[in-house]
């Protein structure tokens, strides 16, 4: 079955820098990969996905590359303001098509930005 | 469109006691999911339903037992609780044919 490796456990940074998450994937027929936020208390929500057929995607402050030949995507949130404070899963699978969806969760990154 | 609600949000239990976590959602999604997060460990799939009348088993089922009451609802069910089952349990749903999941708030459960 897929494996998903997420580094680094935790991240801390300043406000207005940058902040990577990083993940690695083994299954080769894995191609749709999103990341979700988890705010303290509450459950995760979907912020950003990507599929195999795009190499980067998007959306003002973050972004998410993909690189299938080596099998790893990573998040990347640029201006990092204290509101991004959170844990951060990455995930793996095999694109719902109307069947079974069964992602494959990493071990999540909780980010810390210090004002 | 309150999503998907779960209750209850906190819950303490002894040793061998049983308990059910209830699980809905008002989207009118055909797919449903149990998870538990535990600290490091990210979130574990415990048990899945593909759409009405159907359940399978995820990465870590053992001790557990699900019911698919109807479109609307999922329960999961701790028979004998065991304080490996501490845990905070998240609830999701899923549109037929789309990706994203939407996560209940999720409870928290302490087996002492």
């Known amino acids: 079955g897929e494996n998903v490796e997420q580094h680094p456990s935790t991240l801390s940074v300043q406000e207005g820098d940058s902040a990577v998450i990083k993940c690695t994937y083994s299954d080769s027929a894995s191609n749709y990969f999103p990341w979700y936020k988890q705010e303290l208390g509450k459950g995760p929500q979907l912020i950003i996905d990507i599929r195999s057929n795009v190499g980067e995607k998007k959306d003002q402050r973050i972004a998410v590359t993909l690189n299938k030949t080596a099998k790893h995507f990573s998040l990347h949130i640029t201006e990092t303001q204290p509101e991004d404070s959170a844990v951060y899963f990455c995930?793996?699978?095999?694109?719902?098509?109307?069947?079974?969806?069964?992602?494959?969760f990493g071990r999540g990154t909780s980010l810390i930005v210090h004002p | 469109n309150a999503g998907v609600t779960q209750t209850p949000k906190f819950q303490v239990l002894k040793t061998g006691q049983s308990m059910t976590l209830q699980c809905a959602q008002d989207m009118n999604h055909n797919s449903m999911y149990w998870y538990r997060q535990d600290p490091g460990m990210g979130l574990r799939l415990i048990y899945y339903s593909a759409s009405e009348g159907t359940t399978d088993k995820g990465e870590v089922p053992n001790g557990y037992n699900v019911s698919r009451l109807n479109k609307r609802e999922f329960s999961l069910r701790l028979e004998s609780a065991a304080p490996s089952q501490t845990s905070v349990y998240f609830c999701?749903?899923?549109?037929?044919?789309?990706?994203?999941?939407?996560f209940g708030p999720g409870t928290r459960l302490t087996v002492l």
């Open positions: 995930a793996a699978s095999i694109g719902a098509s109307g069947g079974s969806y069964i992602p494959t």
């Open positions: 999701a749903s899923r549109l037929a044919g789309r990706n994203e999941q939407f």
